[in-house]
């Protein structure tokens, strides 16, 4: 009768030991809990001409001369990383951008590397975006497309 009570005091022991441990590290901030809160919390943008937003339909990096934008955009995924799918709008500029051609380029998106945007605390934005096209590139006039392309975006319209 003795051994079994010395066991299960040893097993209440063990089991309050770990009770004051696990909130230990709690109240200490270290741990999956204390880290993974903050980050879900921060929100993250992708910025062009029209500024920065979240999960945009459209979007038109060279703000100036409308000659490379997408359109039609749909995002599945918009976390850290973010995956989409849109039309890309190329104009050939041929002879000239204003005379050009422009051409209509199913793509896949990636949007990716979230840094911390200055002066938005607590906001992060992607500063990668990749492009890989998913039909024909041949055109006839159409400017060479590579296969992928990733713009460095900036944290606020260029």
Not at 4 to 10: D, F, I, N, V, Y
Not at 29 to 50: E, L, Q, W, Y
């Amino acid at each position: 009768m003795r051994k079994l009570l010395s066991k299960r005091a040893g097993m209440v022991g063990g089991v309050i030991a770990g009770a004051v441990a696990a909130a230990a590290v709690a109240a200490s901030g270290v741990g999956f809990a204390a880290t993974a809160a903050p980050a879900a919390a921060r929100s993250v943008v992708i910025a062009d001409c029209h500024g920065a937003r979240m999960k945009p339909g459209t979007f038109n990096r060279l703000c100036g001369d409308d000659s490379d934008y997408l359109t039609g955009v749909r995002w599945v995924s918009w976390k850290n990383v973010a995956y989409g799918r849109g039309t890309e709008h190329l104009n050939d500029c041929n002879p000239t951008c204003a005379a050009g051609h422009v051409y209509a380029y199913p793509v896949l998106l990636t949007a990716w590397r979230a840094l911390a945007r200055p002066g938005h605390a607590g906001q992060m934005y992607f500063s990668r975006l990749t492009e890989i096209h998913t039909g024909s590139l041949r055109r006839p006039g159409a400017a060479t497309v590579p296969l992928t392309f990733t713009w460095h975006l900036a944290p606020s319209a260029p």
